[in-house]
């Protein structure tokens, strides 16, 4: 064997079950950017070690968390959004809370344990007491794990929300590279967004973030630095998944950075499983955009290891897309919970039974 190839097995093995990345930060980087820059031939071995990892620390069973897009009024204008604020080609909508509820009382019969709600931000102070409201109803009404998913909002109405009984919070970074992000976010500060997800996790609530991959200009480097930002944070979740230039956007002409090589989302996958074992990772939504009808399995067996199936109503879902060929807005709730079910069976996998929350215990509440 060469000297090289010697190397880049090292490279390969030399994380036994992702923990052992070095500390320093110029290592870690340049570690993972070797997982990234991987030959292709050598892909299939890094998606089996990703594979054996999730397996070991998460297991085979999926935790399906459920989502309902409830609402795609958005006062944010993200450039790469469907659902930005001067977006004029959608009907901008609200679900009502009695709406809502309906579809909560569903899930646990579809197996879905966790309602996860999401929206544009549009904060406003009655809002969020309707929202806190619904999530009580929930809490009371289901077993379901609530998840929130809104955007950044000041500490009290975090803590607001934690005291009705929201169990998580999604809010993805984006990108690790602060001017990009102000680029992306009309000036917006990375550092406020990292500064409420340490208030999130101030308040035990269980923390998911993550970032698009294939923002224009990405190399691996920055890649790198996007997955050992997740790692630093030390999340619960971690949601990551192929940028779409949307037509409806400023960035309709931007090309994803790996256009050409639509492969290198699931290295990115792979690369990230591997440096944050334990985190629960969906097999996200933009998978399936960029590989029709297979791409969020393919994820499960590539370090993915929970799939959130789309509850929103059939009637809203035109108006939700974030990024074009976005699957299932033709089908329904509960056309998405079945097809599921037997996506998982194909793949040799099932449904959790439980609700599925963060393997460390923060936030937990001593539920599994
Ligand atoms: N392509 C891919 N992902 C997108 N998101 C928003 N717009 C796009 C797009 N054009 C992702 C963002 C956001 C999540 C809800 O959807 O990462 O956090
Ligand atoms: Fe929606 Fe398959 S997951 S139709």
């Avoid at 459920?66 to 609200?94: H, K, M, P, Q, V």
């Avoid at 996007?226 to 002409?253: H, Q, Y």
């Avoid at 074992?277 to 960029?290: G, R």
């Avoid at 990024?323 to 996998?349: F, H, T, W």
Wanted: proline share 7%; net charge neutral; glycine share 8%.
């Amino acid at each position: 064997m060469s000297i090289e190839m010697e190397e880049k097995k090292e490279l390969f093995f030399s994380v036994e079950a992702g923990n052992s990345l070095p500390a320093a930060s110029e290592a870690a980087r340049a570690t993972v950017a070797g997982w990234l820059r991987a030959p292709r031939a050598s892909r299939a071995e890094l998606f089996a070690r990703a594979d054996a990892v999730r397996r070991a620390r998460m297991g085979d069973a999926v935790p399906l968390r459920g989502i309902i897009e409830f609402s795609n009024r958005c006062a944010s204008d993200c450039a790469y959004c469907g659902i930005r604020r001067s977006n004029r080609a959608l009907r901008r909508y609200t679900m009502p809370p009695d709406e809502i509820l309906d579809v909560a009382r569903r899930m646990a019969g579809w197996g879905q344990m966790t309602v996860v709600l999401q929206s544009g931000e549009t904060p406003s102070r009655e809002g969020d007491r309707e929202l806190g409201e619904l999530i009580r109803r929930i809490k009371r009404e289901t077993p379901l794990a609530v998840t929130l998913s809104v955007g950044n909002r000041p500490r009290d109405v975090y803590a607001y929300w934690r005291e009705c009984g929201m169990d998580r919070y999604l809010l993805r970074f984006e990108t690790a590279d602060p001017e990009l992000y102000r680029r992306l976010h009309e000036g917006g500060d990375l550092e406020e967004r990292l500064e409420c997800l340490r208030t999130l996790r101030a308040l035990g609530v269980q923390v998911g973030s993550g970032f698009m991959i294939g923002l224009p200009g990405e190399t691996h480097e920055a890649l790198a630095d996007n997955i050992l930002l997740c790692r630093k944070l030390d999340l619960d979740m971690i949601g990551v998944g192929p940028f779409i230039p949307n037509p409806e956007t400023p960035m309709a002409d931007a090309r994803n950075a790996w256009a050409d090589d639509p492969e290198m989302f699931f290295v990115a996958l792979a690369a990230l499983r591997l440096a944050c074992p334990d985190a629960h990772i969906p097999a996200t939504t933009a998978y399936d955009a960029v590989f029709p009808g297979e791409g969020r399995d393919l994820a499960l067996r590539r370090g993915a290891n929970v799939f959130m199936p789309n509850s929103t109503p059939g009637k809203y879902r035109r108006d939700y897309q974030l990024y074009p060929n976005k699957p299932c807005v033709d089908e329904d709730a509960g056309q998405c919970s079945a097809c599921v079910l037997l996506r998982l069976k194909a793949i040799g996998r099932e449904p959790a039974a439980g609700p599925g929350h963060s393997l460390k215990t923060r936030g937990a509440r001593g539920e599994k």
